[in-house]
């Protein structure tokens, strides 16, 4: 029998039923139980993603309708960040390319060159087409080899309970065996390795592999196998989050989160189809929890429709993922603010790695491996999150302050010094962001080369300025024709069986 053929999935919750699904998908037939309390909540209150959820879903065949149908869900083309860099200056993060990033006609380096001969208040990102739809609240998925109108991506927002459930009536569909029950404690061989889960009852689960979902408590990784935790908390400060659901108000539905700069962190507002998702994260080192509170009552949509939840973590995440037989995915392993949306990719991208590394035959080095490539992926994650932070001009408070004086971690660094000093846009390997992330925070905080380069010179003015206008001209043709998010949502939801339906996947 192979060492995996028997495993458990200890914690339920987004996580948990994500890795269910995944396995019962990917390793049919093979003993899998999910083992979970009904005492026990799940924390999120509205998720935002990443692009890759839409290769999560189709790997396991979900149709993007139905999925959207089933969890609330919008379409999401990135974020918009509201004073970061100052108060009253915005941008957006989105999911699509800023032309060519390298040589004479990079689009970044030309618009640098030649704002002065463009229109006024047209950002970068108005050259990029989901920056265009998003500022513009208009959707229209990417269609494929249609040049402008197929290079970009998009997410969803979502109800995270509603996609709990929704994948564990796909995973028990595919045979895991669920069970309902509270873990009262870890059995562990001589060597360490976890034999069984004990539960309240008397009950025991035996499996050859463990997968720790359960949360911020880490009841397996954590504290069973007790491998450390690395606390960053001094790169990324803010440990409280309030969390609370709105009515929708009456303007558009955004195809977009909002990222709000506050006096000690930020708000973020998550659009759903039936309600709207608020949250206040901050650092309670620079403002009590009810100031913090208060700050978010105020920027509320509408009345909320339940009690503000309050959530206590520390940025950070355990040295090893994978320890003896026990993985760790989702908070169990670690946890990063979500000012960029990481949590769910962050699951996806552990999930997607131990499927592909379980039936390795030789286990340590699969081990090894697993661990490397996770601990690096939060490690540049971090580093980008920190990027917003540093970049920011605001000094009216003491947590703007004192992020604009620590010290950096050396891979970031470096990145902020090859960009400087050479507009290199440095990428590291199992980055989580492409360079066409890093360029669209260091354009939005209008941060830019601190001389000039040589290159863009190469091509005459007048035809790199042509160049630069036909391309908003494009953008803006194609926006003509596309309907608004909620137009398109509409649609999509107004349509009960895939056949006939607007293509959206």
């Not at 408590?217 to 069973?224: N, V």
């Not at 978010?296 to 949509?301: K, N, Y």
């Not at 309050?310 to 169990?332: K, M, P, Q, S």
């Not at 990428?427 to 925070?441: C, R």
Request: charged share 20%; hydrophobic share 45%; aromatic share 8%.
């Amino acid at each position: 029998m192979n060492p995996t053929d028997s495993i458990v999935i200890a914690g339920g919750g987004a996580a948990g039923w994500m890795a269910a699904a995944a396995l019962a998908t990917a390793r049919p037939g093979r003993p899998l139980t999910l083992v979970e309390s009904p005492e026990i909540g799940i924390i999120g209150v509205g998720e935002a993603s990443f692009p890759s959820i839409r290769a999560f879903n189709r790997l396991l065949g979900i149709d993007e309708v139905d999925f959207l149908r089933a969890t609330g869900g919008t379409f999401k083309l990135g974020i918009r960040f509201d004073d970061w860099l100052q108060p009253g200056h915005h941008y957006f993060h989105t999911f699509g390319d800023l032309g060519t990033l390298d040589g004479p006609m990079a689009l970044w380096a030309q618009y640098l060159r030649l704002r002065h001969r463009l229109p006024v208040g047209l950002a970068l990102t108005d050259l990029s087409l989901p920056g265009a739809m998003a500022r513009g609240g208009q959707f229209l998925p990417p269609q494929p080899g249609a040049g402008l109108a197929g290079r970009y991506d998009h997410a969803y927002h979502f109800d995270a309970q509603r996609y709990a459930s929704f994948l564990q009536a796909l995973a028990i569909s595919r045979g895991v065996q669920h069970v309902q029950g509270r873990i009262a404690g870890v059995q562990q061989a001589a060597d360490g390795q976890v034999q069984a889960l004990r539960l309240d009852d008397g009950r025991a689960l035996h499996a050859s592999l463990f997968i720790d979902c359960t949360g911020f408590a880490s009841r397996l990784l954590g504290q069973a196998m007790a491998v450390p935790f690395l606390d960053q908390s001094h790169l990324l400060p803010v440990d409280r989050a309030w969390a609370v659901p709105a009515a929708r108000n009456d303007g558009p539905l955004t195809p977009y989160t909002t990222a709000t700069a506050m006096e000690a962190g930020w708000t973020w507002r998550i659009p759903l189809q039936e309600r709207t998702g608020h949250g206040h994260v901050f650092s309670s080192r620079h403002i009590d929890e009810q100031r913090a509170l208060a700050q978010l009552l105020a920027r509320l949509d509408g009345p909320p429709l339940a009690e503000p939840r309050l959530l206590r973590f520390t940025t950070g995440y355990r040295e090893r993922l994978w320890e003896r037989n026990v993985v760790a995915i989702g908070l169990a392993g670690g946890f990063l603010e979500p000012l960029e949306s990481t949590a769910i990719f962050l699951v996806q991208s552990g999930i997607g790695h131990l499927v592909s590394l379980l039936d390795h035959p030789q286990r340590e080095p699969a081990r090894a491996g697993y661990n490397t490539l996770m601990r690096r992926q939060y490690e540049r994650i971090r580093d980008f999150i920190v990027l917003h932070y540093r970049l920011s001009r605001r000094r009216d408070s003491r947590l703007w302050q004192e992020m604009a004086a620590m010290d950096l971690p050396d891979t970031l660094a470096h990145k902020i010094d090859a960009w400087r000093a050479a507009g290199v846009l440095a990428v590291y390997d199992q980055e989580g962001f492409d360079a066409n992330s890093w360029l669209a925070i260091h354009a939005g905080m209008e941060h830019w080369p601190q001389r000039a380069l040589p290159w863009p010179a190469e091509v005459p003015e007048d035809i790199a300025a042509e160049l630069l206008l036909q391309r908003r001209h494009e953008v803006e043709a194609l926006l003509a024709r596309m309907p608004m998010h909620e137009a398109l949502l509409a649609q999509a939801m107004a349509h009960k069986s895939s056949q006939g339906r607007p293509k959206t996947t």
